[in-house]
């Protein structure tokens, strides 16, 4: 059992998910439907959904082979899907609200997010806790690095816009991601972009203790109430094989049902593909994933994958307006649920 979760939190948690899908479907007599996949990040714990689904053959009762490769950003997956390169993609919608309002209205080449599992913006920029820096408005002056894909950096312009920061008076440099937490803790940058909870584990596998070295100033607290990483298909997928994702979705489902059952078994999914990672580190980052990224109330109510209508409209129109986007995507065009497992089978949030 985790730190800081209960057995009957759990317990309650798998309970409020429903226990469907513990029987088999019969496979399908016909060849599977081979797609590939780009993920985030590099393998590590929250991919364990992925994990799940295709180790515990869950994909393959549905007919599908699934190619997982390791990814170069969350921004960079959407971009992955969008040139046709992956079928499917785990990626930040807020990157394809961009990409679909800079391209011509109706266009069907951007992808389409189908399940936002990632209900909370984890979005932040970390500093040292002994550094000068403690407001936005303090990032002035100073060098904040990040890798290029990094969604948080390609969100910095709308975020310096709602939290009063003169962007221009900021330098950003780009950094090889493996190397951000050590430059920020030699001071060689001032700041650097993330999800908070990358930063904070990626620090502790090499020694850095992030509570105590590092401050986080989440774009959550200044206004930026996004949803993040959501599964993307390619629009012709959705149009030419749509039961194909709803396989997925509901083999995906399948594999967040049993990480809220056995984290331990969730950690030997990622550790089969990266050997090399610290398993009470990784599974430590898959708790800290479902309390602070996966834990929206709503999802109480319309489950992991769904979002919320009034709350997403919101969410494109901070985007558009804090980017200077040339258009506001109408959320059909960023979003679909037809492919989610019906409500009564999904997972809900942590709370």
């Known amino acids: 059992?985790?730190?800081?979760?209960?057995?009957?939190?759990?317990?309650?948690?798998?309970?409020?998910?429903?226990?469907?899908?513990?029987?088999?479907?019969?496979?399908?007599?016909?060849?599977?439907?081979?797609?590939?996949?780009?993920?985030?990040?590099?393998?590590?714990?929250?991919?364990?959904?992925?994990?799940?689904?295709?180790?515990?053959?869950?994909?393959?009762?549905?007919?599908?082979?699934?190619?997982?490769?390791?990814?170069?950003?969350?921004?960079?997956?959407?971009?992955?899907?969008a040139s046709g390169t992956y079928d499917l993609g785990f990626g930040d919608i807020n990157a394809l609200v961009s990409l679909i309002s800079r391209g011509p209205a109706g266009a069907t080449t951007p992808p389409l997010a189908i399940a936002a599992l990632y209900n909370r913006p984890p979005f932040a920029v970390a500093v040292r806790a002994d550094g000068p820096i403690r407001t936005p408005k303090d990032f002035e002056g100073r060098t904040?690095?990040?890798?290029?894909?990094?969604?948080?950096?390609?969100?910095?312009?709308?975020?310096?816009?709602?939290?009063?920061?003169?962007?221009?008076?900021?330098?950003?440099?780009?950094?090889q991601p493996n190397l951000r937490e050590q430059m920020l803790q030699r001071g060689q940058v001032d700041g650097v972009f993330g999800f908070v909870n990358t930063i904070r584990f990626s620090a502790k596998q090499v020694g850095i203790d992030p509570d105590k070295d590092f401050r986080f100033i989440e774009y959550g607290d200044y206004g930026m109430d996004l949803y993040?990483?959501?599964?993307?298909?390619?629009?012709?997928?959705?149009?030419?094989?749509?039961?194909?994702?709803?396989?997925?979705?509901?083999?995906?489902?399948?594999?967040?049902?049993?990480?809220?059952?056995?984290?331990?078994?969730?950690v030997e999914t990622v550790s089969r593909r990266e050997p090399l990672l610290s398993k009470p580190v990784e599974k430590e980052r898959i708790v800290a994933t479902l309390k602070a990224e996966m834990s929206h109330p709503e999802g109480r109510t319309i489950g992991i994958g769904d979002v919320d209508d009034a709350r997403f409209k919101r969410s494109i129109a901070i985007v558009t307006e804090a980017e200077g986007l040339p258009r506001v995507p109408a959320p059909e065009e960023?979003?679909?649920?037809?492919?989610?497992?019906?409500?009564a089978e999904r997972v809900t949030s942590l709370g």
Do not use: H
């Open 334 to 343: 960023v979003f679909s649920r037809a492919f989610l497992p019906p409500l």
């Open 1 to 81: 059992m985790p730190s800081g979760l209960s057995r009957r939190s759990f317990g309650a948690i798998v309970g409020a998910a429903g226990l469907a899908w513990t029987l088999p479907r019969p496979a399908l007599a016909q060849s599977p439907t081979r797609l590939k996949m780009v993920l985030n990040w590099r393998y590590q714990g929250p991919q364990c959904f992925f994990f799940f689904a295709q180790d515990r053959g869950y994909l393959r009762q549905e007919g599908l082979e699934v190619e997982m490769d390791q990814g170069n950003g969350s921004g960079a997956a959407v971009s992955a899907v």
């Open 228 to 266: 993040s990483n959501a599964v993307i298909a390619s629009r012709r997928l959705a149009a030419e094989k749509p039961q194909a994702l709803r396989g997925l979705l509901a083999a995906i489902n399948r594999g967040i049902k049993d990480t809220l059952q056995d984290l331990d078994a969730a």
């Open 144 to 175: 904040l690095g990040g890798a290029a894909n990094d969604s948080a950096l390609k969100l910095f312009p709308a975020f310096a816009r709602l939290a009063g920061i003169d962007a221009a008076k900021v330098t950003v440099t780009n950094m």
